[in-house]
């Protein structure tokens, strides 16, 4: 900042009692352009340049997109029905009798006696 005489004025400029923001603006007192100040020149200005670019951390966005996917799932179930035909045999024993007169007939040869005979 400059004051209507070119001279600069601020912090540090002849305002010792002013510190950024605080207290309160004194006059600056006149000085004259022999007072030990530089001459000022009028402000000349460079061309621009473009400095290399740099980078702030990535900022993430996520978006969500949801989608059923169907998948099918199959339990076959089987029934077989089963007519089973049991065989049992049934053993008998059936018993049977008879009665049988049965005879025999015994032949002998005896030596004879004299004079005996049978009858």
């Known amino acids: 900042m400059r004051n209507d005489h070119g001279h600069k004025m601020g912090y540090g400029y002849g305002m010792p009692n002013q510190v950024a923001g605080y207290g309160h ?3 600056m007192p006149f000085h004259p352009a022999n007072c030990g100040y530089p001459k000022t020149q009028p402000a000349q200005q460079k061309p621009p340049k473009t400095l290399p670019a ?13 989608q059923d996917v169907y998948i099918p799932v199959i339990h ?6 089963v007519t089973q ?9 059936p018993h049977t009798q ?3 007169h049965q005879e025999t007939c015994q032949h002998f040869c005896a030596p004879c006696q004299p004079g005996h005979h049978w009858k």
């Open 54 to 66: 740099q980078y702030d951390p990535v900022n993430q966005n996520t978006t969500f997109t949801g």
């Open 76 to 81: 076959p179930t089987h029934t077989t029905h």
């Open 85 to 93: 035909t049991n065989y049992k045999y049934m053993h008998a024993f």
């Open 25 to 27: 603006h004194q006059p």
């Open 98 to 100: 008879s009665v049988k």
